[in-house]
């Protein structure tokens, strides 16, 4: 079986002497989740590359935003186009004032091995023109996608040092002594983080969450220019104009199908709604089983008390004991008490008069709005039955003019003559 050779980049020290927290807000794996898609769908070249923004007060280092940068090509190297970089960082500096914030690394798409060379140019040149202490966070698409649901995050955060290189030599061979300084080469190493996130995020989080029952993919390659469909219509003969307006018909009508199938916003919410809840019960049915089948394989001498005759307790075919997690379902089981009630009866009985109080209030509620509706028909009929009993009185009176026969209020040319 073949053996992957350690990567020359990454340090071999220890990931916890530098002493470093990071602290990963959601939002910046939005971000990246989005720069990636949209640069696979477009079929976009060249490699991903874009700017954290965050804090560092001392050891600790928050990454709050991200935007993407424009690469160039320079003595075969591709770093960041400089001018294009100082001129968006200033301005994401300018949005984000309060707090203050500053470029604290860059992201890529690295292997699950660690950076390459081809990274080194772009955090060399992040380093000595922008931030010592820059970070690189690395994402890893193929650990994404061969990855279970409720894992560890497909990322990877780097701190870089500039490390002493060592040359390999032969067993029994002298090194040479040089009074000269050892020659420095940069080394990355892993750091822990943790995400956190605020009032503003979780509620963007959840919208996109919420949005993400309803997302298609459209194949934007397709087209139908409109003077591909003008060209038949064109032609001599009914039975082609027919069989394309058959075919337009067809073509509505797959439309409006594909139209119907579109959820609403009340859909959308109540699909989120029950997804969770099924969730967190299949989560809670696979602890229940794995306490049970923990507590089935344990040694009889924990389940009853006693040790059967013709078992030895040596035997290997039961779980090794674990007094804290023993402990644990123990107050677990304590606490089962306090969710069931001590009078059944009672607690039934209280229920039921509080729904009853519910469904009243419900009752009253729709009586008041009948009330409303019917007083408000009554009005409307009155203004009505008003309005035809003054017309009735002037027609039987002559008009409104107090006259009768055919004068109806209007005068004519005879009588202006008398």
């Known amino acids: 079986m073949a053996v992957d050779a350690p990567n020359p980049l990454i340090s071999t020290q220890k990931s916890s002497d530098s002493g470093l ?34 804090q560092q007060n001392g050891r600790e280092i928050t990454i709050e935003h991200a935007f993407e940068c424009l690469l160039s090509e320079a003595e075969d190297e591709i770093v960041l186009n400089q001018t294009w970089f100082e001129e968006r960082l200033q301005q994401m500096k300018d949005v984000h004032k309060v707090p203050a914030l500053d470029l604290v690394g860059w992201y890529s798409i690295l292997p699950a091995s660690g950076p390459q060379p081809v990274h080194l140019p772009i955090h060399r040149q ?13 994402f890893h698409p193929i650990t994404a996608l061969g990855g279970s649901a409720g894992g560890k995050l497909p990322l990877t955060i780097y701190e870089s040092n500039y490390e002493a290189e060592e040359t390999a030599t032969a067993i029994g061979e002298d090194k040479e002594m040089k009074d000269g300084e050892s020659q420095l080469a940069l080394r990355f190493k892993e750091l822990p983080y943790s995400v956190e996130t605020g009032e503003a995020e979780m509620i963007g989080v959840d919208f996109v969450a919420r949005g993400g029952g309803n997302a298609t993919a459209v194949d934007g390659t397709t087209k139908t220019p409109a ?12 039975g082609k104009t027919r069989a394309n307006k058959k075919s337009e018909e067809q073509d509505s009508e797959a439309s409006k199908a594909d139209e119907q199938h579109i959820l609403s916003r009340e859909d959308e919410e109540l699909i989120a709604s029950l997804t ?14 794995l306490i049970a089948i923990y507590l089935q394989n344990l040694p009889p001498s924990y389940i009853l008390n006693v040790v059967p005759e013709d078992v030895e307790p040596t035997e290997k075919k039961y779980t090794p004991v674990n007094h804290s997690v023993l402990r644990s379902i123990q107050a677990l089981l304590t606490r089962l008490s306090l969710l069931v009630p001590a009078d059944a009866v009672a607690f039934e009985r209280e ?68």
Do not use: C
Request: no cysteine; aromatic share 4%.
């Open 227 to 238: 003077t591909e469909k003008s060209e038949p219509l064109s032609d001599k003969g009914k």
């Open 351 to 418: 229920l039921m008069s509080e729904q009853n109080d519910v469904n009243l209030v419900s009752l009253l509620s729709t009586l008041t709005q009948s009330i409303k509706d019917v007083r408000e028909t009554g009005r409307k009929f009155a203004i009505v039955d008003t309005q035809k009993s003054i017309k009735s009185k002037s027609d039987r009176s002559g008009g409104p003019w107090g006259g009768s026969g055919s004068f109806n209020g209007v005068m004519g040319v005879g009588d202006l003559l008398s």
């Open 276 to 289: 969770a809840k099924a969730n967190a019960i299949k989560m809670l049915h696979a602890r229940i089983n």
């Open 21 to 54: 927290q990071v602290a990963l807000h959601p939002l910046v794996l939005l971000t990246i989740s989005d720069y990636i898609t949209r640069h696979t769908l477009r079929r976009q070249k060249g490699p991903v590359v874009g700017a954290l923004l965050g």
């Open 126 to 138: 992040i380093l000595h023109s922008y931030n010592e202490s820059a970070i690189l966070l690395g």
